[in-house]
Each structure stands twice: as C-alpha cells, then as structure tokens.
C-alpha cells in the first residue's frame, strides 16, 4: 500500500499529554492517527460529538424562570432589562 505523510500544527503541551496517552495505551501517535482516520471513513462521521458554545438549553431555562416570575409577580421588564439580565445570566 502507498504511504503518504500528514503534517499538522499542534499546541506543544497537547502534543506531549497525547504523546503520553498513546504511549499508556500501547501504540505510537501515528497509529492513534490513523486508528482515527479509518474510524472516520469506515462510519462517515466523526467518533465524538461536537457542539457549539450557543447556549440554547441556558436561555431557555432562563426564559422559562423568568417567565414563571413575571406570572408571581406584578413587576413588569422592558424587552431591554430582559435582554440586560440575559446577559449577565450567560455572561
């Protein structure tokens, strides 16, 4: 089979800690790589999940407590306070 080479950037400390990690479990770090590699095109998906940083399930736990004290409540919010005190929730 033909070889090729795959050259990437890495933070330092990260390289060393998966250094490590590949050397704990018994293989090198090109093995972990293509062990990887397969992985990825043998399900045609990454082996992790991903996800972003948009804190949805955060807001609408906010909204949903908020929306509980205006019911207990007689204080009213402008859409701006609103806004304001999401902000500072999700900081």
Do not use: H
Request: glycine share 4%; with cysteine.
């Amino acid at each position: 089979m033909e070889q090729s080479t795959l050259s990437i950037r890495i933070n330092s400390n990260d390289k060393k800690g998966f250094e490590t990690f590949c050397k704990d479990t018994g293989m090198n770090v090109s093995t972990a790589i293509n062990l990887f590699i397969k992985t990825v095109l043998r399900e045609q998906k990454l082996p992790f999940e991903i996800k972003s940083n948009n804190y949805q399930d955060e807001i609408y736990s906010k909204l949903v407590e908020a929306e509980q004290e205006m019911a207990n409540s007689s204080k009213r919010y402008t859409s701006e306070e609103v806004i304001e005190r999401l902000k500072k929730s999700i900081g």
